[in-house]
């Protein structure tokens, strides 16, 4: 059975800094690209972050580049999302999830499990 457990939200001011991890089980974890997805209230699901199985590809949505930073342990099978530089916009549910292959897409209907979401909160 494929899992996906997210953890590491809360609440933090602005400027502040959170490291979300994502413990992955049930699948061969180095052949897949994991993603990192977010929805804000009242907001359709968006993109964050991408990682390919080999963690050398990656992708940032525009508004996040230069303040987080995706990576991966394969030993752990584990994935971060370090966040720095934390925007009240920043504030929503986030979630991995693990795509179907091992290059990333930016596309949800890409990624076949996901995890069940850890909250972010920025407060101004």
């Known amino acids: 059975e494929v899992q996906l457990q997210a953890s590491g939200g809360g609440l933090v001011q602005a400027g502040g800094s959170l490291r979300l991890s994502c413990e992955a089980s049930?699948?061969?974890?180095?052949?897949?690209?994991i993603g990192w997805f977010r929805q804000a209230p009242g907001k359709e699901r968006e993109a964050v972050s991408c990682?390919?199985?080999?963690?050398?590809?990656?992708y940032y949505r525009d508004s996040v580049k230069g303040r987080f930073t995706m990576s991966r342990s394969d030993d752990k099978k584990t994935v971060y999302l370090q966040m720095n530089s934390l925007k009240p916009e920043d504030t929503a549910l986030y979630y991995c999830?693990?795509?179907?292959?091992?290059?990333?897409?930016?596309?949800?209907?890409?990624?076949?499990?996901w995890g069940q979401g850890t909250l972010v909160t920025v407060s101004s």
């Open positions: 999830a693990v795509a179907r292959k091992s290059f990333y897409s930016v596309h949800q209907m890409e990624y076949a499990y």
């Open positions: 049930g699948f061969t974890f180095d052949d897949y690209a």
């Open positions: 990682i390919g199985s080999d963690g050398s590809n990656t």
